[in-house]
């Protein structure tokens, strides 16, 4: 079976809604730094909790940052 990996684009998605990592920080309610992580997908995961608040603040679906890359 094929592995594939879940990549998080939050990067386009703030650029898209003009937000600072400092400002998205500050409203999701968590570190500048563990925010930075996420968006430079230096983490292997991510708390549901942390993605829905992400979401509610970026008025996006979860699938606007999370996207599917099949092995090549």
Do not use: H, P, W, Y
Request: proline share 0%; aromatic share 2%.
């Amino acid at each position: 079976m094929g592995k594939g990996k879940i990549v998080l684009r939050l990067d386009r998605m703030m650029v898209e809604r003009k937000m600072s990592l400092n400002e998205l920080a500050e409203r999701v309610g968590i570190s500048n730094v563990n925010l930075s992580k996420i968006k430079n997908n230096k983490v292997t995961a991510i708390r549901f909790s942390t993605l829905a608040a992400i979401c509610e603040v970026l008025d996006c679906e979860a699938g606007d940052i999370l996207e599917f890359q099949k092995e090549k």
